[in-house]
Every structure is written in structure tokens, then in C-alpha cells.
Nanobody
Framework: QVQLVESGGGLVQAGGSLRLSCAAS????????MGWFRQAPGKERELVARIRENDGDTWYGGPVKGRFTISRDNALDMVYLEMNNLKPEDTAVYYC???????????WGQGTQVTVSS
């Protein structure tokens, strides 16, 4: 199994930026699809962005498209989420997750809080 640890959350004003990082260890990182999820109070956890293991293809959820960028560095076993033009509705706990191709996300980090003030 792969172990994941997020960092980079914090408090930021609306319109600001944050960069989340996720460090992976354990199994071969480059074989996993990586995703960033978020969960706001009283809401279900939602997939924000994901990046494939082989060609680096990316997908973004509608609310963040054009503002967030997911990237990975397979040499460093890291995945990142660059968040720009943050809005109060982006406030949530953000989780890094890993999935083997064709399977559900099965490894999760502990989460990092992002709070955007208006």
C-alpha cells in the first residue's frame, strides 16, 4: 500500500493562492492514479482533480476548472495542487488519494484544512 501525507493548507483571503503538496511512500508511486478530494462541513467528499499515472492526463471538477492545477513529480513521489483565485466556497479539508488503474481510490492522506475568507 502507499502512504500519503498532505501539507500546505492554511487560511487565505478570497482571490489568493495556495499550493498543496502530497508526499507518497511505500509502493511504486508512478503506477498510481493520484487525486485530490475535498470535503466541506455538511457536504459529501468530492473529487477536485486527478492525474493519470502514465501520460499525466488531468481531469478537473467543474467548480475548480481554470483555477486549480494538479501536477506530479514521479521522481520525487510527490503530487501537487496549485489553487488560484480561491473563493470562500473552496473552504474544505483537502485529501490526497491514490488508486490503481481500474480500481477505486484506496489510499488516503490525513487531510489538510483550507480556509478562504471573504
Amino acid at each position: 500500500q502507499v502512504q500519503l501525507v498532505e501539507s500546505g493548507g492554511g487560511l487565505v483571503q478570497a482571490g489568493g493562492s495556495l499550493r498543496l503538496s502530497c508526499a507518497a511512500s511505500g509502493r511504486i508511486f508512478s503506477t498510481f492514479i493520484m487525486g485530490w478530494f475535498r470535503q466541506a462541513p455538511g457536504k459529501e467528499r468530492e473529487l477536485v482533480a486527478r492525474i493519470r499515472e502514465n501520460d499525466g492526463d488531468t481531469w478537473y471538477g467543474g467548480p475548480v476548472k481554470g483555477r486549480f492545477t494538479i501536477s506530479r513529480d514521479n521522481a520525487l513521489d510527490m503530487v501537487y495542487l496549485e489553487m488560484n483565485n480561491l473563493k470562500p466556497e473552496d473552504t474544505a479539508v483537502y485529501y490526497c488519494a491514490a488508486a490503481r488503474p481500474g480500481f477505486a481510490y484506496s489510499a488516503w492522506g490525513q487531510g489538510t484544512q483550507v480556509t478562504v475568507s471573504s
